[in-house]
T-cell receptor
Framework: DAKTTQPNSMESNEEEPVHLPCNHS???????IHWYRQLPSQGPEYVIH???SNVNNRMASLAIAEDRKSSTLILHRATLRDAAVYYC???????????????FGQGTTLQVKP | ETGVTQTPRHLVMGMTNKKSLKCEQH?????MYWYKQSAKKPLELMFV???????ENNSVPSRFSPECPNSSHLFLHLHTLQPEDSALYLC????????????FGSGTRLTVV
């Protein structure tokens, strides 16, 4: 299975942007990059995903390096409700590293200070 | 509510009991999953079902027995569990098994005594 590397923890101040990095040097050509987050006492929730181009949605932006060996999840203005564990995961359809399944790592625990 | 409902939310069972966890989704998804999350460990994928057929069993002990009667319902039958099986059990669903857009339930917190 293709692996991702994330920092164990990060801190941010409320209402400031947060950049959460992820390294995935063994990514295959058909792997999507997925981000999920898990708030305390809840199941994970989908944040964003991308393949090659940068992506934006109402929750966050995903910046993907040109060689696809790293990516960054960007929260434009962190709020206290964004304190969670953020998971960067590789996966996709047939032919990808983790065909048909999401394999979670340790993720990055984000603390947001008021 | 996420659209994936898990019951019960909390369960305490003895090692000789038999119990079942239930997961239900009405999102029109065709794939369903069981994950286990132990304290301070990453989520572990247990089982994958696609169109009611089991497509993955991640070397899960036979004391955990999944059942998927239709694409909307998933069960995890438990018997003769061990204290180390205490964990948060999470159900998820997705339109297809491509890893995109999983929706998770809130989980069942299981304690084995």
């Amino acid at each position: 299975d293709a692996k991702t590397t994330q920092p164990n923890s990060m801190e941010s101040n409320e209402e400031e942007p947060v950049h959460l990095p992820c390294n995935h040097s063994t990514i295959s050509g058909t792997d999507y990059i997925h981000w999920y987050r898990q708030l305390p006492s809840q199941g994970p929730e989908y944040v964003i995903h991308g393949l090659t181009s940068n992506v934006n949605n109402r929750m966050a932006s995903l910046a993907i390096a040109e060689d696809r060996k790293s990516s960054t999840l960007i929260l434009h203005r962190a709020t206290l409700r964004d304190a969670a564990v953020y998971y960067c995961i590789l996966g996709g359809t047939h032919g990808s590293s983790n065909t048909g399944k999401l394999i979670f790592g340790q993720g990055t625990t984000l603390q947001v200070k008021p | 509510e996420t659209g994936v409902t898990q019951t019960p939310r909390h369960l305490v069972m003895g090692m000789t009991n038999k119990k079942s966890l239930k997961c239900e989704q009405h999102l029109g998804h065709n794939a369903m999953y069981w994950y286990k999350q132990s304290a301070k460990k990453p989520l572990e994928l247990m089982f994958v079902y696609n169109f009611k057929e089991q497509t993955e069993n991640n070397s899960v002990p036979s004391r955990f027995s999944p059942e998927c009667p239709n694409s909307s319902h998933l069960f995890l039958h438990l018997h003769t569990l061990q204290p180390e099986d205490s964990a948060l059990y999470l159900c998820a669903s997705s339109r297809e098994t491509g890893g995109i857009g999983y929706t998770f339930g809130s989980g069942t917190r299981l304690t084995v005594v």
